[in-house]
């Protein structure tokens, strides 16, 4: 192969646009997941952020991240002022009415209260996300039944038919059960704090 022949300008080209495709990749993976923007790192008030990442149940370890996206801008956070307002806002987040709203909607519990609110918080996590689960089973188990009656509704051939038809009276069966499910644990979380 010669120098520039045009397979070696193809193969150098190439490689030059995935070297660039593949800094560009890197540089949004840097900036796109940055904790705080940079106008949010130099008009930051350490204190509202605190509270902020605790209202919204953010680990105290959150303040590293911001100290990572905060030092491309030459910004220092200050812890002393970030944990007094994390430490106000992580209370309004550790209530068992927001523990329920969090299980409820699915949410992952980040360890993020204090310990003598945790165990509370997690007892009323689990109840939510016991609701969330059995709603995740129903819309599961509805789509599933949605794909069996279209399938059923193509096919030509009779014993598939009655296959498919069956398939469809087990899965209303499975159905009614996890409908039940999640009106017990709704009940559950009616009996045992507020509504989300």
Not at 103 to 124: D, I, K, V
Not at 156 to 176: F, G, I, M, Q, T
Request: net charge positive; aromatic share 6%.
């Amino acid at each position: 192969m010669q120098r520039n022949s045009p397979s070696t300008r193809i193969v150098t080209d190439t490689l030059r646009l995935l070297r660039m495709v593949g800094i560009g990749a890197a540089a949004l993976m840097v900036y796109g997941c940055a904790s705080m923007s940079e106008k949010e790192c130099l008009t930051a008030n350490w204190a509202d952020q605190g509270y902020r990442d605790g209202r919204n149940g953010y680990p105290l370890a959150r303040l590293e991240d911001h100290r990572e996206a905060c030092a491309k801008v030459g910004v220092v956070p200050n812890p002393a002022q970030y944990r007094v307002g994390r430490d106000r806002g992580v209370l309004e987040y550790c209530t068992p009415a927001n523990a329920l709203r969090e299980g409820r909607l699915g949410r992952s519990y980040r360890n993020a209260c204090p310990m003598q609110l945790e165990a509370a918080f997690l007892a009323h996590h689990r109840q939510g996300y016991r609701a969330y689960e059995a709603e995740q089973r129903v819309e599961s188990l509805n789509r599933e039944m949605q794909r069996t009656q279209r399938v059923l509704d193509k096919e030509k051939n009779e014993s598939r038919r009655r296959e498919l038809r069956k398939d469809l009276r087990n899965l209303d069966h499975r159905l009614a059960r996890a409908r039940s499910e999640l009106r017990n644990e709704e009940r559950r979380l009616n009996i045992h704090g507020p509504q989300y």
